[in-house]
């Protein structure tokens, strides 16, 4: 890796506005939430090309004509929106914001479980604990608080976490079923919904979600419903524990967007316990989103952020991983990368 | 005003992008504030073109390898740093983060005034009430704490405070005083700054500051530990309350980044009260930024920012305004323009 990576070349004068852009950002993100949440976007975007003027807006979204105003003119300087004359248009930025189930997806998470901890990222990071996580419960991590974590958090956090792992479940499927597969054993398998796609794909698999026993709770129930109890199993069991031992008897192990919640040296461990349950015939999918294999800038730059929100939000020691180092903890484990796939 | 305002066109996929930057800023605020106060961007800087890695910069900053890790890929993404193999030299708008003392006021108003309380923004919007107030004391509106504030907030709204004030003072002493000035009543004159200019640049001038009293406490000791007090007198009044009236005798009222604090009824009112005391002779000096007539976008952008701040932080209901506005209603109050000069 020997190229110039990151943003493109600026002149010293676009440095001192992007600089401003950065020392404001918490004004332009809070700007913009309302300017989703109280439907002024949907209003100039209704309003299409002709556009719409500040009076009318505050009419039809009930807020005061200084609200509407001081929102719209910053609205126009960080590019949500175009002013001419006295009426307002929807910019392309403004389009994603309102239209775009990604963008949509990273500003609750961003609003409802990180904005108010990410304040803590200084002392998460001098002492390794999350500890803006108290701005949301009284855990040591998060992930023994993800059941109960308050209602706009509780949303926010499954939506994140399921728009970026079911897309691609329906790819993994093919992959995972190309070769005959009785049992699964679904490590961190979360609220079941991998475990579902299974059952439906297949009608004689079993799955066995091994995951903290309050999550299983989750996962049961959720099964149970959608009527496949009889080939489901749980299995208790916190991969950091020294002691017990991994669940046995599953010839696929499933790691989706698990190890990425964990150090390198917690990797490792889990890696290695797995490879004691594991023969030759086991066959174990590590699936993760790795920045340095990101196609767009803006992928590699929402992994990296999301490295934070495991910093000062979820454990204070896990990230997203550069694919490398993650190979390094693979090699070290015993195990044998037989494949290596971009989607 | 037909032209087409506002930052440069952007293709759709810029727009995404600057979407999910959008919905990501916090984090980029957060983390910029770490890079910089934990000495990484200064290590990195003091490094020059060379550059330095990442292990050198944790046992720099006492920081781990893990902290460091998450804040130099995310600072690489953001611009912050650049990265050439494994390692890292200072960006331009690392740079301006590291030594503009403009971005640093920014910066720190943000943090310590504004970051908690922006979270506030749609309910001050709701009700014309600073809402996120609270996360820095029980007042009503800003000035009635401005004398109290809890420690890193109010060393950081007065410097934000002074460095847009204390660089213009200069310039406007010499206007001021090229004429004969016997008195100049200085409203809303806040910790008495300018007051101390005036009796510095001329040795017979009399200062009256009208304010809240216990502004004036504040400012009648900085004062006379500056050996004014002779010829400084305080004179309490809350600009906003109906009964009463306002100090007469002055032939210079000195309005200074004043009124943006009230919103346009109020600033109508406190017009018309001041041309009550008013004679053919007495001078009246506005002394504002426009958003509008700023020759930088980044200079706009931090106005228009700033309004958001008036929203839900300072009293609810008061903004950076439009220089068109502030010009009616001096119309309406019946005063005069002499003279519109830009700096």
């Known amino acids: 890796m020997n190229s110039h990576i990151g943003p493109p070349r600026v002149t010293a004068l676009e440095a001192k506005s992007l600089a401003q852009w950065i020392a404001f950002s918490p004004f332009i993100f809070q700007a913009t939430v309302v300017m989703r949440d109280r439907g002024l976007l949907a209003s100039v975007d209704a309003a299409g090309e002709a556009g719409i003027d500040a009076e009318l807006l505050a009419t039809q979204t009930g807020l005061s004509r200084y609200g509407v105003g001081v929102l719209l003119d910053f609205s126009v300087d960080i590019g949500l929106i175009d002013q001419v004359g006295d009426r307002y248009t929807l910019a392309k930025t403004g389009y994603f914001i309102l239209n775009d189930e990604m963008t949509k997806v990273n500003m609750d998470f961003t609003r409802d479980v990180c904005y108010e901890a990410l304040a803590s990222l200084d002392d998460s990071l001098s002492d390794g604990k999350p500890r803006g996580l108290v701005a949301l419960g009284d855990w040591e991590n998060l992930y023994d608080g993800l059941t109960s974590l308050p209602g706009p958090a509780s949303e926010s956090w499954f939506r994140f976490d399921h728009f970026y792992s079911d897309r691609v479940f329906e790819e993994f499927l093919t992959i ?30 079993k799955v066995t979600i091994m995951d903290l026993s309050q999550q299983l709770e989750v996962a049961a129930k959720d099964i149970k419903a959608a009527g496949y109890s009889e080939r489901f199993n749980s299995y208790a069991f916190d991969v950091l524990r020294d002691d017990g031992a991994y669940y046995k008897g599953a010839d696929v192990i499933w790691m989706s967007q698990f190890l990425d919640c964990f150090s390198e040296q917690e990797i490792l461990k889990i890696l290695s316990h797995a490879v004691e349950v594991m023969n030759q015939d086991t066959v174990l999918y590590i699936i993760e989103l790795f920045w340095d294999r990101q196609k767009y800038d803006a992928a590699r730059f929402s992994l990296n952020a999301t490295s934070l929100y495991f910093t000062c939000v979820a454990n204070g020691k896990s990230r997203m991983y550069h694919s490398e180092t993650l190979r390094a903890l693979i090699d070290q484990s015993g195990l044998v990368v037989e494949q290596d796939t971009d989607d």
């Open 176 to 205: 995972v079923f190309s070769s005959e597969v009785n049992e699964i054993l679904d490590v961190g398998g979360n609220t079941g919904r991998w475990a579902k796609k299974c059952f439906a794909h297949d009608p004689n698999v």
